[in-house]
């Protein structure tokens, strides 16, 4: 996430037309990982195939950006223990972000609503996503905690349990294109206190930037948590 990035505004429209009937909450994930990567073109892939619908692009400053002055970003570093999740999940891919934008709106959206549908489970937590590339082709999976292991699993969709464990976590506030100070910081945290991570990282978006108006918050003013189980 060391990339410097640039919000995709325009397309927090596209995904709002499309998630029309779904819960609020879940443009946040879209909202934020728009600006996650760069859009940085990839090659063909090796692994599963991008095979998205593909959607006309939108009118532009549809969405507006909130003007705020560009200043450090506010970290708290906790050291804590990270309680067990349940997760359900699905896999994918993408040659470039927007597409992983459009398939982050399906996977939440439609695609794990699916589930709700077929077995009596609640949503526990924030939307979660874990991301094994940094560049172009995208390899991500994205996740809702549930309370139980769902019996009834639509195609695609998979299961994994986080277990209780020691973690050390980034309570973010900023701007998603500065991010990556938040993975520095804890870093530098793992190094100083003689520490390594046991597991992949994973963000949790706690906040939805966007207010009940449709308008971008002060980004200041938005959490991101950035996970990492550590040894």
């Not at 489970?121 to 172009?136: D, E, L, V, Y």
Request: proline letters at 7%; hydrophobic letters at 35%; glycine letters at 4%.
């Amino acid at each position: 996430m060391k990339q410097t990035i640039k919000y995709y505004f325009s397309y927090l429209s596209m995904i709002a037309v499309y998630m029309k009937n779904t819960v609020l909450h879940y443009l946040i994930v879209i909202y934020l990982l728009t600006s996650c990567h760069s859009s940085e073109k990839g090659d063909s892939l090796e692994q599963k195939k991008d095979s998205g619908v593909i959607v006309k692009k939108p009118v532009l400053n549809q969405v507006r950006p909130v003007k705020y002055t560009q200043k450090p970003p506010i970290i708290n570093i906790v050291d804590t223990i990270s309680s067990r999740k349940i997760i359900i999940y699905i896999k994918d891919s993408a040659r470039t972000y927007e597409r992983v934008s459009l398939k982050l709106a399906q996977i939440y959206g439609a695609r794990l609503s699916e589930c709700f549908k077929k077995n009596p489970i609640k949503r526990t937590g924030q939307p979660m996503a874990w991301f094994s590339t940094r560049k172009a082709p995208f390899y991500f999976e994205a996740g809702i905690p549930v309370n139980v292991r769902p019996q009834k699993l639509p195609p695609g969709v998979m299961i994994k349990e986080l277990r209780t464990d020691s973690a050390v976590i980034a309570h973010f506030y900023g701007p998603y294109d500065l991010l990556h100070f938040g993975y520095d910081a804890l870093e530098d945290w793992l190094k100083d206190h003689n520490k390594n991570a046991a597991d992949t990282p994973f963000e949790i978006y706690i906040t939805d930037p966007v207010g009940k108006k449709g308008k971008p918050l002060d980004p200041y003013k938005v959490q991101t948590d950035i996970v990492i189980p550590r040894k």
